[in-house]
């Protein structure tokens, strides 16, 4: 089993917002092998799926960004699985809008989401998807930036950006994440990891 979980905030009032493209990618995941059943359990909306023999757990965190360990600890737990068999989706301040980058570990990097799995798992070790959403203007809050939506030109993106990264996830889970790094990951691309807020 493995398990995709994206990060966002629950309720229409943060739907397609910037900080909710974790449960845009599930929402696509849903739209191409949907409809998919969910049940809430862990503070979650929980989808089920197999795909070529893989069983895949869809989860949305209902806790609010910054809590999502609540959710993530307590499944693994149940579940018995490794914290390298969940891939955390979320969005990213540090990447440039529309980029992915997928790694094994490292820090949170300003992410509160996962900084918060991170800090509930007790380790660095677990993989992300992180998908960029662009700086905010000069003197334009990060928080207010992260909650506000896309331009109508920045959508185009962020879908391409979306569709791209579920197929990035289904690598991940059907080959491993070697795999799903060669399709991501640019072949130069410094460290993003340092700096930044994600409120």
């Not at 900084?115 to 207010?144: C, M, N, W, Y």
């Not at 889970?173 to 930044?196: F, I, K, V």
Request: neutral net charge.
């Amino acid at each position: 089993m493995k398990v995709i979980v994206g990060l966002g905030n629950p309720g229409p009032r943060y739907r397609r917002t910037r900080h909710n493209v974790g449960f845009d990618v599930l929402q696509e995941l849903g739209r191409r092998f949907g409809p998919i059943p969910t049940r809430t359990r862990f503070d979650a909306e929980i989808g089920e799926l197999t795909i070529a023999e893989t069983r895949l757990l869809l989860v949305a965190p209902q806790t609010f960004m910054n809590n999502s360990g609540r959710t993530v600890g307590p499944l693994l737990d149940f579940y018995k699985l490794d914290h390298s068999e969940v891939l955390v989706v979320c969005d990213d301040l540090n990447l440039p809008l529309g980029r992915l980058r997928l790694r094994e570990r490292g820090s949170a990097g300003g992410q509160k989401g996962l900084a918060d799995i991170l800090k509930r798992l007790g380790t660095q070790e677990v993989p992300r998807l992180r998908i960029g959403i662009g700086q905010p203007p000069p003197r334009f809050d990060a928080s207010d930036f992260v909650l506000g939506r896309f331009t109508q030109e920045e959508q185009i993106l962020i879908e391409t950006a979306v569709a791209e990264a579920v197929e990035g996830a289904l690598l991940w889970a059907q080959q491993g994440p070697a795999a799903a790094m060669n399709r991501l990951n640019p072949s130069a691309l410094p460290d993003e990891d340092a700096g930044g807020s994600n409120e």
